[in-house]
């Protein structure tokens, strides 16, 4: 079994900080990508930022240049650093990752449970 477990969203004012924390635990050979998606009332998920094994990294238009997403391979964890936060971010964000569970077998893709994030303004 592989599990995906966010922590650290909350309460914020506008303005604010907030870091997410996503750890991957359970048989786990390797992990490939890891991203953070986020899902407000009433709207589709939405991708957030993604980050490579090799570090590569992608992030959405209206994120840029305010969240910073990193991960510590030695942990199998990915974080998130969103300053700037305005009201427009709240929503559930969502851990993935794509996991390899043995040498031999394919990435199969994973989601966490979710973190509220709410920004007031």
């Known amino acids: 079994q592989v599990q995906l477990v966010e922590s650290g969203g909350g309460l914020v004012q506008a303005g604010g900080s907030l870091r997410l924390s996503c750890a991957a635990s359970?048989?786990?050979?390797?992990?490939?990508?890891m991203g953070w998606y986020r899902q407000a009332p009433g709207k589709q998920r939405e991708l957030v930022a993604t980050i490579t094994s090799g570090e590569g990294i992608d992030y959405a238009g209206s994120v840029k240049g305010r969240f910073t997403i990193s991960r510590d391979n030695a942990k199998n964890t990915v974080y998130l650093q969103m300053n700037s936060l305005k009201p427009e971010d709240t929503a559930v964000y969502y851990c993935?990752?794509?996991?390899?569970?043995?040498?031999?077998?394919?990435?199969?893709?994973?989601w966490g449970q979710g973190t509220q994030v709410t920004v007031s303004s």
């Open positions: 993935n990752a794509d996991i390899r569970r043995r040498a031999w077998a394919r990435n199969n893709n994973y």
């Open positions: 359970g048989s786990i050979f390797s992990i490939d990508v």
